[in-house]
């Protein structure tokens, strides 16, 4: 009897999961150092979220709250690891990677993504951002799958000769 019940959970569940999967990923990849390591905190967090499922009465509220569980465990996993800093007379040489390339490359392309029109805007941010198939796409706007199609296929050209992404590469 304790299983009937839960069957629908279970299925609510995973029907979240397998639609916003790669959605979460990709959040939780950007807060991790590797795609295991993203896949972990991801998984963590859905485990939480399942245990809250019940709770969480707004469907629109679940993504958030995924997040939220992510950023969480991210937070914990930090103060876990986080290392003792002893001080010393010498500081050892370190090699510093500068991150805000993808800081700079996401404001560019967000720029580009805003300057096409909005029908190309709309299908590439519900292709790319929301991760919806092409059928999904056009459901959701109301056009045929050919329109979506074409529609991808020119905002992707016009991406392509946006002279904010040429990257231009000098040899020296």
Do not use: C
């Not at 790669?22 to 807060?31: V, Y």
């Not at 996993?77 to 986080?82: G, Y």
Request: net charge positive; hydrophobic share 35%; proline share 4%.
């Amino acid at each position: 009897m304790a299983e009937a019940t839960r069957t629908p959970r279970y299925d609510e569940f995973s029907s979240y999961v397998a639609e916003r999967g790669p959605a979460l990923l990709r959040m939780a990849r950007s807060l991790t150092s590797s795609h295991a390591d993203a896949e972990d905190l991801l998984q963590a967090a859905l485990v939480k979220t399942f245990l809250a499922w019940g709770r969480i009465s707004n469907p629109k509220a679940r993504d958030g709250y995924v997040r939220r569980a992510m950023v969480n465990t991210q937070i914990s996993e930090w103060r876990r690891t986080r290392l003792d800093v002893y001080p010393t007379d010498e500081i050892p040489e370190q090699r510093v990677d500068d991150p805000t390339w993808r800081s700079d490359l996401a404001d560019v392309v967000g720029r580009s993504i805003e300057r096409l029109p909005d029908r190309q805007r709309t299908t590439v941010v519900l292709r790319y951002y929301e991760d919806l198939t092409e059928n999904q796409i056009a459901a959701r706007m109301g056009v045929t799958l050919g329109t979506v199609k074409s529609t991808l296929s020119r905002a992707v050209e016009k991406l392509r000769r946006d002279a904010d992404l040429i990257i231009e590469r000098t040899t020296s």
